[in-house]
């Protein structure tokens, strides 16, 4: 999608005119005009100073960034990546804490122990008031999570945004944190971190994954594959890396990144 149809698209939305778009911004009405028209290049100046008064980036406006997409589904899509961001941020930003504070710990405990005993027969155990409440579990030793782990393992639930979920396309009960046990991924993730994960049985080369092999409990590793065969790769280079037969490992879910709440 070019620049000229999303200036059009935001201009219109916004319900101004191309004079008083230009007399706004300090922009001839003419020159507006032609780049709705695709007719000039918009320079940098005014580039950013439409971004600015849209209130989006200028690769959004420009066309670069979602180019395939729709004016509409691209500004949505921007929308839900600025979320996105803005929740990584404050995650990082409270890293350094040492505990979660009392009252939330509190809270957090209370919502597990609630789910465990109030819907033990259901499919995913949180109710109607914790939809954005994920389970941490302390391990995973079953391949089926979802009737064994999470209602032995589970330590407590912490959030998660909606705007994960629709980033990432998948539904609310196929997500989870897990805490790591070993320094098998140091550094890139260490002993009691904590990692969100989405529940899927393939992942993509280098990507980093649960995995159980041999029935043991299930551990993060880096995955590559290699004539049909599984190659587990720790981060940790003091660690040797692990050739399986498929037949031998699971692959339970995708780790998307390291969770930076406080830990409890």
């Known amino acids: 999608m ?17 004079k008083d778009l230009g007399e706004t911004l300090s922009i001839t009405e003419s020159s507006i005009r032609l780049y709705e ?3 000039s290049s918009v320079n940098l100046e005014h580039l950013n100073k439409l971004a600015d008064f ?28 600025q979320e996105f961001i803005e929740i990584r941020q404050r995650e990082i930003s409270i890293e350094c804490s040492p505990d979660l504070s009392s009252a939330t710990e509190k809270k957090l405990e209370q919502s597990s122990a609630n789910s465990k005993s109030q819907h033990q027969d259901s499919i995913w ?6 939809q954005e409440m994920v389970p941490v579990l302390s391990k995973i030793t079953s ?5 064994n782990d999470l209602f032995h393992n589970t330590e407590f639930c912490w959030p998660l945004s909606k705007s994960i979920v629709t980033m990432y396309g998948c539904e609310l009960p196929d997500y989870f944190y897990m805490r790591m046990e070993g320094d098998g991924m140091e550094p890139t993730i260490a002993d009691q ?21 041999f029935n ?21 280079k003091s660690f040797a890396s692990q ?8 692959v339970l879910g995708k780790v998307l990144w390291k969770a930076y709440y406080a830990r409890p």
């Open 2 to 18: 070019q620049f000229k149809d999303r200036l059009q698209y935001f201009r219109l939305k916004k319900g101004i005119s191309e």
């Open 37 to 39: 028209r695709g007719k």
């Open 54 to 81: 849209f209130k989006v980036s200028p690769k959004l406006l420009l066309g670069t960034l979602f180019p395939e997409l729709s004016p509409e589904e691209a500004e949505n899509s921007f929308h839900i990546l």
């Open 125 to 130: 155990p949180l109710g109607p008031g914790a």
């Open 143 to 147: 391949e089926n999570i979802l009737k």
């Open 193 to 213: 971190d904590i990692v969100l994960v989405n529940r899927q049985l393939e992942v993509a080369h280098n990507e980093l994954a649960i995995i159980q092999y």
């Open 216 to 236: 043991e409990n299930a551990t993060v590793r880096r995955i590559s594959y290699s004539e049909g065969r599984i190659v587990l790769y720790p981060d940790n």
């Open 243 to 250: 050739t399986l037969e498929k037949k031998d490992c699971r």
